[in-house]
Every structure is written in C-alpha cells, then in structure tokens.
C-alpha cells in the first residue's frame, strides 16, 4: 500500500508539473461548457442529458492521451530497470499510476458539476438520482478507459504508438452497438453487452444494474491484468 500511495502521488506530481493536466482540464470544461450551453440556451434544453452523451466521446480521446505516458515514459527513459530494483511490486506499481490517470479524469468531471448547479440556481427541476448515476456512470467509462491505456501504455516504449493503440481498442467497444446491424445474428447479443454505450445508456437512465457494474469491474481487472502480464513477459525477456 505505501508503494502504490508514493507511485501514485509521484505521477500525480507529474501531471501537474508539466501542462498535460491543464491542457485536459482546460479543453474538457470548454468541450462540456460548449455542450451543456448549446442546449440549454440555443434550444431550450434544461437537463443534464447533452453532457452525458457527449462526455464519453470525449473521453474516447482525451483518456488515452493521459494515459499513454503511464509505462511508456518510464520505458523510454529507462527508468523501469531502476524500479525493477527496488522492492516495489508490478500490482503496486500499476494500480498507483492507473489510480493518478483516474484521479486526473474525476478532477475532469468535477469541473462540469458547475452545470448542474447552474440549472438547481435557476430553479430548473433536475431529477437528481439521475444526475448522480450519470455520473457514476462516467466515472466508471473513464476509469474502464483508463485501464485500456494503461494496458496500451504497457505495449510500447512510444508514446504515441500507445495512444493510437488505446484509441483502436476503445473506438472498438464504443462502436460495438452502434454496429449491430452488420453482426450476424447468433453474435449480437454478445457483441451488445460487450459495447461500452449500452451499460452507460442503462446508467444514464438511473438504472444501476448489477450486470452493469460487473461489465466495468470486469473490463478493468482484464485489461490491468493484461498489464501485468505484459510487465512480467518483459521480465523474462
């Protein structure tokens, strides 16, 4: 635990140190400031709804790009053969900096509460329980998002190799339901549960669903688990 507390707070560090953290914080309160006010003043729209549909495509993006750094820099600078010294074990160093790239995305979404405290201020009625789980529904695509760069991070020495790694595999899962149509039959059920869209949509709807959690959990201790495999593959090169 103190291994992973002292890795997490090191990239944390460097987040901040360096413009990555301002640039994403920045660009994501535009993006969703332009989103939430396009609907609520151009065509009368007083919800929350708008934000949620277009957050996860703005995650599509901007989580690889935070991510990709988390095990590529460290191969590229070299530093990994250090750490390989020191008592530090590859499950704690990959929580602590899948921890710091999820951290950076709640701080993300924390910007955008000013929304939905713009329209309690002007006595909008808002169904706050669907709020919320829109919002546990975000933080759960961000954090299984978070996973798949990390895994993509864990592939390569270049930084931007890993980025459109994490963009391929996610554009897959964020596509998946949108193309069921061309899916035979027999498959489309599987391919539907596998898209990440259909368990949020069901989240957005204030519909927190078992099956919805499991998917999430799964997807992230599958690609964390692929990391350390990885990790460990490179040990024994």
């Known amino acids: 635990m103190h291994n992973t507390k002292a890795i997490y707070l090191k990239e944390i560090r460097s987040y901040f140190n360096s413009p990555m953290a301002y640039i994403f914080l920045v660009i994501f309160a535009v993006l969703s400031g332009y989103f939430f006010t396009s609907t609520f003043f151009l065509i009368g729209q007083s919800d929350m709804r ?108 270049n930084q931007v190799i890993s980025l459109i790694i994490a963009i391929s595999i996610i554009m897959v899962f964020f596509l998946l339901d949108k193309l069921l149509l061309f899916i035979p039959a027999g498959l489309a059920t599987i391919a539907q549960y596998i898209s990440v869209d259909f368990h949020l949509s069901n989240i957005a709807r204030g519909v927190v669903d078992s099956r919805n959690l499991v998917y999430f959990a799964g997807m992230i201790w599958l690609f964390l688990a692929l990391t350390l495999r990885v990790l460990e593959m490179r040990k024994w090169r």
């Open 50 to 157: 708008a934000l949620f549909n277009i957050v996860p495509l703005v995650f599509l993006f901007f989580v690889p790009a935070i991510s990709m750094g988390l095990i590529a820099k460290e191969k590229n600078l070299g530093t990994m053969e250090v750490l390989s010294t020191m008592p530090i074990q590859d499950i704690e160093f990959v929580t602590g900096k899948y921890l710091a790239a999820v951290s950076l995305i709640v701080v993300g979404l924390l910007f955008t509460l000013v929304h939905f405290i713009t329209l309690l201020a002007v006595g909008t009625h808002v169904d706050v329980g669907a709020v919320i789980t829109g919002y546990v529904g975000l933080v759960l695509v961000g954090a299984f998002y978070a996973a798949v760069g990390t895994f993509a991070s864990s592939l390569a020495e």
